[in-house]
């Protein structure tokens, strides 16, 4: 979280760049090399990059290295969180801790608290390395379960189950190492949760092509001095040209929307 801030500070930013390369979307280039340029581009603009497992899988080996040789090329002073969503039991999630922590040098990971305590404990406990929760996610089938009303154990008062997922991440933050994924597509419930959690740093997905809105992402996502939200973007920035000026293009989109969520910032101190 210290070398979150640290980036964040330096780069007068709370952007984060979602590194995840889609062939059908990007221009024809290996993935390594659009990933570099796109670093290359954003590198003084960003608090975090945040590849997400899923576009390096589906690419099999050849993916998996490029998404190693990624890691190893962004700047050590900035963090970068996997976008892994892993939750599973305590053996397994041990074997996950490893891989993503220690095999691939992440500093931070997203993970899925459906399967309990136990099933976070390994990450947790790595206290040096960040990890942050699924709480209330920017997709359209969030509300599904994470909006159920749930009876909260210590009050018996009902409560969405985000609301409850957000008080016991707050409990499990005893290293003060946990934050929590908030998406920008709802803005009532990141009011709530940063509400509850103060302190906490918040990664704030589904602004840009997923449509929420940055302003109030900004607003109800940023702590008490103004720091410790992680508002994401991905294909908005990657994608801003398919053409061979693809990283200028990226850098620009990039360089915008840092200036718009610095302008919405110093807003609130008016």
Request: with cysteine; proline share 4%; net charge negative.
């Given at each position: 979280?210290?070398k979150l801030?640290?980036?964040?500070?330096?780069?007068?930013?709370?952007?984060?760049?979602?590194?995840?390369?889609?062939?059908g979307?990007m221009?024809?280039?290996?993935?390594?090399?659009?990933?570099?340029?796109?670093?290359?581009?954003?590198?003084?603009?960003?608090?975090?990059?945040?590849?997400?497992?899923?576009?390096?899988?589906?690419?099999?080996?050849?993916?998996?290295?490029?998404?190693?040789k990624?890691?190893?090329?962004?700047p050590?002073?900035?963090p970068?969180?996997?976008?892994?969503?892993?939750?599973?039991?305590?053996?397994?999630?041990?074997?996950?801790?490893?891989?993503?922590?220690?095999?691939?040098?992440?500093?931070?990971?997203?993970?899925?608290?459906?399967?309990?305590?136990?099933?976070?404990?390994?990450?947790?406990n790595?206290?040096?390395?960040?990890?942050?929760?699924?709480?209330?996610?920017?997709?359209?089938?969030?509300?599904?379960?994470?909006?159920?009303?749930?009876?909260?154990?210590?009050?018996?008062?009902?409560?969405?189950?985000?609301?409850?997922?957000?008080?016991?991440?707050?409990?499990?933050?005893?290293y003060?190492?946990?934050?929590?994924?908030v998406g920008?597509?709802?803005?009532?419930?990141?009011?709530?949760?940063?509400?509850?959690?103060?302190?906490?740093?918040?990664?704030?997905?589904?602004?840009?092509?997923?449509?929420?809105?940055?302003?109030?992402?900004?607003r109800?996502?940023?702590?008490?001095?103004?720091?410790?939200a992680?508002?994401?973007?991905?294909?908005?920035?990657?994608y801003?040209?398919?053409?061979?000026?693809?990283?200028?293009?990226?850098?620009?989109?990039?360089?915008?929307?840092?200036?718009?969520?610095?302008?919405?910032?110093?807003?609130?101190?008016?």
């Amino acid at each position: 979280m210290d070398k979150l801030l640290t980036a964040s500070r330096d780069h007068r930013s709370l952007l984060c760049v979602g590194l995840d390369p889609d062939p059908g979307l990007m221009p024809k280039i290996d993935v390594l090399q659009f990933n570099r340029d796109i670093i290359d581009a954003t590198k003084d603009l960003v608090c975090a990059y945040k590849p997400n497992l899923a576009f390096y899988e589906a690419l099999g080996v050849e993916g998996l290295i490029a998404m190693e040789k990624t890691r190893q090329y962004i700047p050590k002073e900035i963090p970068v969180i996997a976008d892994a969503k892993h939750g599973d039991i305590g053996n397994s999630a041990r074997q996950y801790a490893t891989a993503i922590f220690d095999t691939f040098g992440f500093d931070a990971v997203t993970v899925n608290p459906y399967l309990g305590h136990d099933s976070l404990e390994p990450f947790i406990n790595r206290s040096e390395r960040g990890i942050f929760v699924l709480c209330k996610t920017s997709n359209v089938g969030a509300s599904d379960f994470q909006a159920l009303g749930c009876l909260e154990p210590s009050t018996s008062h009902a409560a969405p189950l985000f609301q409850l997922v957000a008080l016991k991440a707050k409990e499990w933050n005893v290293y003060g190492n946990v934050g929590l994924v908030v998406g920008a597509t709802h803005a009532e419930a990141l009011r709530t949760v940063r509400e509850l959690c103060p302190e906490m740093v918040l990664l704030i997905p589904g602004i840009g092509a997923q449509g929420g809105d940055l302003a109030s992402a900004v607003r109800w996502g940023v702590d008490a001095q103004g720091e410790k939200a992680v508002i994401c973007c991905s294909r908005q920035i990657l994608y801003a040209s398919k053409g061979e000026d693809f990283a200028l293009a990226a850098r620009q989109e990039a360089l915008n929307i840092r200036d718009q969520i610095n302008q919405h910032l110093a807003a609130l101190w008016r």
